[in-house]
């Protein structure tokens, strides 16, 4: 008998697999922090024989190499994949035999990168579950522009072949257990729903629906900005990344912090943006750890900047500690708990600003009152409609864009209040006077403000 036991990375948007028999099990696109496997594997009593990946992943570092190495099991890696460690490279159709009965077999499918390859779990020769990495997604696929931009519509038309293999080589039972689309920037759309099957795909997934050119054309039309701290995902995991160190940063006082932002170091707040706005720190910034802060915290930094954790507990720097360390970022250089009283110097009081809603902000234009408008939403998300007059940087880009915002008081808003707290103290740091919209978009609607709506953001 066979088992499949997910585990779930809602930071990164992304999953990992364990899977196997009684006695011996195989991990497909493993975490860096390979910590959670060991567990998963040792509640279920069976030793990881193979560790698999699907390909090498832009949107984070892998633990499979570590992984592999402390539980001697053998690390598979599609041989298409240019890596500088020792590894059992796999083609299509190589076999592995997982547990008695139950074999782990490598189908191509390339699309997402060039060397793409999903693994069937089958038992007695019978198709029983799908690991599809980054190919066939739950109602979408995965991106096909992180290779090279110059491959990305062959990659979109391979993606749509090696949709339709998987749908024609497996049974309309066969669960589908993709590495992405549950909220990654890897993912071509996001999914419908978080669970499938390869007969519910034939149905719903636009790449099994569709003709190839329209498929493409859509696909293609609807990529957005990749995450910028993807370009060092692949060579970390080609060179080999080395084991994670999770033990805790070193303390720092509030001395200590003042020092760090005046040399220039990043200053990351992890509370809610509802506290962070009531008090902070001068010139930190606010990456909500209920949020997702590996994934704007390591698209917004300048790659290799010390950064100093914040939080009231130590269990959320821990939180937070893990999920960098996911995308790279492997040692804050120091961190604190506490609150704003506890991280300024003596004498000086933590800054704050203003939250508000869109209800607000019509009143104030109801009023005469002038007020900048600042949208942080990405261009696909803007495109669906936006606030008059309001002026236009997504998150990603406003730390280089500061001065484009106009000169007033700066009413900051996203699709829910999560990124515009972010922008906010962005704003807040360079001593612009700030209000952060903690709304729902769709409030922008209720509360009268005149949408306009835009095809280029």
Known sequence: MFFVDTLEFEGLGNRSY????????????????????????????????????????????????????????????????????????????????????????????PGHTPHHTSYVLEEDGRGVAAFTGGSLLIGTVGRPDLVEPRLT????????????????ELDDEVPVLPTHGFGSFCSGSQAEGDSSTIGRERKINEALTRDVDAFVADLLAGLDDVPAYYAHMGPANAAGPAPVDLTPPRPADAAQIAQRLAAGEWVVDLRNRVAFAQGH????????????????????????????????????????????????????????????????????????FPRATFADLAARRGRGEDVVVLDVRRDSERAGGSVEGSVHIPIHELPGRLGEVPAGEVWVHCAGGMRAAIAAS?????????????????AAVEAGLTLTRSSTG
């Open 153 to 168: 519509e062959q990659l979109a038309r391979a993606q749509y072949a090696s949709a339709h293999r998987l749908a024609e």
């Open 426 to 442: 962005f704003l807040d740091a360079t001593g612009r006077g700030v209000v952060a919209v903690d709304d729902g978009f769709d």
């Open 18 to 109: 364990l899977a196997g028999g009684p006695g011996e099990a195989v991990v497909i696109d493993p975490p860096r922090d390979i910590d959670q496997v060991i567990a998963a594997a040792a509640r279920r009593g069976v030793r990881i024989a193979y560790v698999a990946e699907t390909h090498l992943h832009n949107d984070y570092v892998s633990g499979g190499l570590e992984l592999a190495r402390v539980a001697g099991a053998r690390y598979l890696v599609p041989a298409g994949a240019s890596v500088s460690f020792a590894r059992t490279p796999v083609a299509d159709g190589d076999t592995v035999t997982v547990d008695r009965g139950l074999t782990l077999r490598a189908l191509a499918t």
């Open 281 to 352: 720190v001068a010139g930190s910034f606010n990456f909500e750890g209920d949020g997702k802060p590996a994934t704007y915290l390591a698209w917004l930094i300048p790659w290799g900047k010390p950064v100093t954790l914040l939080a009231d507990t130590p269990e959320r720097i821990a939180a937070a500690q893990r999920e960098l360390a996911r995308v790279g970022i492997d040692r804050p250089v120091a961190a604190a708990t506490g609150g704003p009283w506890d991280w300024v110097p003596g004498g000086v009081e933590p800054r704050s």
